[in-house]
């Protein structure tokens, strides 16, 4: 193999090799290698207060890492997990808005059940 070659598979898997090992854990967020779980989203001066933790898949790719809920359709990412996590709070207060205090009439049935499960998993919306 050419060096040139040998020097940029390298210098690719190490990009690849801290995201597929890190680990971010505080009190409302685990995050391991494949999956992430939020107690609670907090964002900006509002913390959602869940009835059941937010599962989440954790892939990385092309130096980003990514954090999904197919169930709320939400793909978050960021070049680090902390990153990623804000990216999914502020989507999850984004549907919160923008879905889950409309109308059930104004919305597609897919937003209306998007609606259900938000409104399913969230106890108490708290202003800081």
Avoid at 3 to 20: G, N, V
Avoid at 30 to 42: D, G, K, N, S, Y
Avoid at 90 to 116: H, M, N, R
Wanted: proline share 5%; net charge negative; with cysteine.
């Amino acid at each position: 193999m050419p060096d040139i070659l040998k020097t940029a598979e390298e210098s690719y898997l190490r990009t690849l090799l801290p995201a597929a090992s890190a680990q971010l854990e505080t009190a409302s967020v685990m995050i391991q290698p494949t999956f992430a779980v939020l107690l609670e989203v907090q964002h900006h001066d509002r913390i959602f207060r869940l009835n059941t933790p937010i599962y989440l898949t954790r892939y990385a790719e092309n130096g980003y890492i990514f954090l999904e809920s197919k169930v709320l359709s939400i793909i978050a990412y960021g070049r680090s997990e902390q990153e990623a996590v804000e990216s999914f709070r502020e989507d999850f207060s984004a549907l919160w808005d923008t879905i889950a205090q409309c109308p059930d009439g104004s919305l597609t049935p897919q937003a209306k059940q998007i609606k259900d499960k938000m409104i399913e998993q969230v106890n108490a919306v708290v202003s800081e």
